[in-house]
C-alpha cells in the first residue's frame, strides 16, 4: 500500500467511527435557502428565525444558508429553477400573507418539491398563501386564529422522530399558540399536540407539529416560535434542530399518516 492509499484509508476509517450526521458534514454540507418575508404581519422575530437556522448549521456542520430572500424584489425575482437546483431545502422563517413569488416561480417551487426537495416552516408560514391548495397541502394545516400568548402542555406524538425524541414526553412552553383550520392526522404525520384547547381547557385534539412527504419531498412544518426567546429554549432547539435534519434527509424519521394522540 502506497502512502496516498494509506492516507485514504485512514480518513475512511475515522468517518466511518462517526455519527452518520458528522460524517455527512465532514464530506458536504446540505444548502439551505431562507425565506424572510412577510407580506402580511411582520413577526418581529423574523430576523432571529433566520440567524438561528444559520447558527445551527454551523454549530452542527450538517448545512449552510447560502441566501436569504428579505426584501420583495428578491423573493419575486429569487424562485427559479436554477437557484432551488442549488439548494437542498426551503426554510420559511415567520412569513405570512401571499409572497410576491410569481406563478412560474409557484409551478418551479411545487415541482421542486415533488421531485425531492425539503421544506421547512416555523409558526406563521402556516398563515401564507391562503386559498392555495398546494401550498397548504405542503404545510398540512392552515392557520385560524390565536389568542393571547400562553403556556400550554404539549405532548410528543412520536417519540422516535428526530424531531420529537430529544424532548420530554410532556413539557410546558410559553408562546402564541395557533388553532388551524383545514388539518387532519390522516393527512399528515403528527409530532406535537395538545389535548387540551389553548385557551379555554376544552378537551380534544390540537395540532402543533407535523411533517409529510409530498411526492419524493419532505416537509416539516411547527408552529411554535412566534416570540424571540424561543429561540433561545433549549428545547425549541433541539424540536428545530431535529425537523430540519428530518426535513434535509440527514436523520430517519417517519412521515405515515394517521399516528394517534399521545395519551
Wanted: charged share 20%.
Amino acid at each position: 500500500m502506497n502512502r496516498r492509499e494509506f492516507s485514504t484509508g485512514l480518513i475512511g476509517g475515522a468517518l466511518a467511527g462517526l455519527a452518520p450526521e458528522l460524517a455527512f458534514a465532514a464530506k458536504q454540507p446540505k444548502r439551505v435557502l431562507v425565506l424572510a418575508y412577510a407580506a402580511g404581519y411582520r413577526h418581529a422575530s423574523i430576523p432571529t428565525a433566520a440567524a438561528t437556522v444559520a447558527r445551527l448549521g454551523t454549530e452542527t456542520g450538517l448545512w449552510t444558508v447560502t441566501e436569504t430572500l428579505t426584501t420583495p424584489e428578491q423573493v419575486a425575482a429569487g424562485i427559479t429553477a436554477a437557484r432551488l437546483a442549488g439548494a437542498d431545502l426551503f426554510f420559511f422563517a415567520n412569513t405570512t400573507g401571499n409572497l410576491p413569488i410569481t406563478e412560474a416561480g409557484k409551478q418551479e417551487f411545487y415541482a421542486w418539491i415533488q421531485q425531492g426537495g425539503g421544506w421547512a416552516g416555523v409558526h406563521s408560514a402556516a398563515d401564507t398563501f391562503h386559498g392555495d391548495e398546494r401550498y397548504l397541502n405542503l404545510v398540512g394545516a392552515e392557520f385560524k386564529t390565536h389568542g393571547p400568548q400562553v403556556k400550554v402542555s404539549v405532548h410528543c406524538d412520536d417519540r422516535k422522530h428526530p424531531a420529537t425524541r430529544d424532548l420530554p414526553a410532556q413539557f410546558e412552553v410559553f408562546d402564541e399558540i395557533y388553532e388551524f383550520k383545514n388539518w387532519s392526522r390522516e393527512k399528515v404525520h403528527m409530532l406535537l399536540s395538545m389535548d387540551k384547547h389553548p385557551q379555554t381547557g376544552k378537551p380534544g385534539d390540537y395540532a402543533v407539529a407535523m411533517c409529510k412527504r409530498v411526492g419524493k419531498g419532505r416537509a416539516f412544518y411547527t408552529s411554535l416560535g412566534h416570540r424571540k426567546d424561543m429561540y433561545a429554549n433549549p428545547l425549541y432547539l433541539k424540536h428545530l434542530t431535529g425537523g430540519l435534519k428530518w426535513a434535509l434527509g440527514l436523520a430517519k424519521g417517519s412521515a405515515k399518516p394517521g399516528n394517534p394522540q399521545a395519551k
